[in-house]
């Protein structure tokens, strides 16, 4: 069965970096586009990033765009997020997601999240 | 971006009640729309995709409708273990984006 696991939360200091990983298995990693999605205490979802299947395309949401950087390493079975230069407003549990894709008629990726992780803690606080 | 409304935030309902939960966009999204089960300090869980498509393994009571900028997820049995919070999700244009949650309580 599909099982992704994340690990390498934590409490970090603002202005600080943490590296997130995210162990994949039950799949073919290799096959698939990936995703991090963060929820903030109390909150909804909100998208982070995406990496393609070869690594090469990326996405960010612009609230992170310049300080985090999603890579994979398929060989591993694994997925990472970077995040530097944090912020309190970082605070969340941030899940790694599998993502669904296809291409509409007009050729524009599209994609939901059809497995999650159970997620790690990222605490920015001084 | 596209902005997800959901309505209501939170309802109370019963065992055995039929539950309807409403997202909304703030422009069409042509069926583009998945649904989302989320239960306390776990993942989420999909259990729909393309506004009305059940993800495999997810019980048939849950449903889902809608077109252009209006859609609905409906549950026409509630049971025990279906109290949780639901998010909708655009998938139409990046980023994909979420709805801020609807909170199904036990009455």
């Known amino acids: 069965q599909v099982q992704l696991v994340e690990s390498g939360g934590g409490l970090v200091k603002p202005g600080g970096s943490l590296r997130l990983s995210c162990a994949a298995s039950g799949f073919t990693f290799s096959d698939y586009y990936m995703s991090w999605i963060r929820q903030a205490p109390g909150k909804g979802l909100e998208w982070v990033s995406y990496?393609?299947?070869?690594?090469?395309?990326?996405n960010y949401a612009d609230s992170v765009k310049g300080r985090f950087t999603i890579s994979r390493d398929n060989a591993k079975n694994s997925l990472y997020l970077q995040m530097n230069s944090l912020r309190a407003e970082d605070t969340a549990v941030y899940y790694c997601?599998?993502?669904?894709?296809?291409?509409?008629?007009?050729?524009?990726?599209?994609?939901?999240?059809?497995?999650w992780g159970q997620g790690t803690l990222v605490t920015v606080s001084s | 971006d596209i902005q997800m409304t959901q309505s209501p935030s939170s309802l109370s309902a019963s065992v055995g009640d039929r539950v309807t939960i409403t997202c909304r966009a703030s422009q069409g999204i042509s069926n583009s729309l998945a649904w989302y089960q989320q239960k306390p300090g776990k993942a989420p869980k999909l259990l729909l995709y393309?506004?009305?498509r059940l993800e495999s393994g997810v019980p048939s009571r849950f449903s889902g409708s809608g077109s252009g900028t209006d859609y609905t997820l409906t549950i026409s049995s509630l049971q025990p273990e279906d109290f949780a919070t639901y998010y909708c999700q655009q998938y139409y244009s990046t980023p994909p984006t979420f709805g801020q949650g609807t909170k199904v309580e036990i009455k």
């Open positions: 990496i393609s299947s070869s690594s090469s395309y990326t």
């Open positions: 997601a599998r993502a669904r894709t296809y291409y509409d008629s007009s050729g524009y990726l599209m994609y939901y999240f059809d497995y």
């Open positions: 393309a506004a009305s």
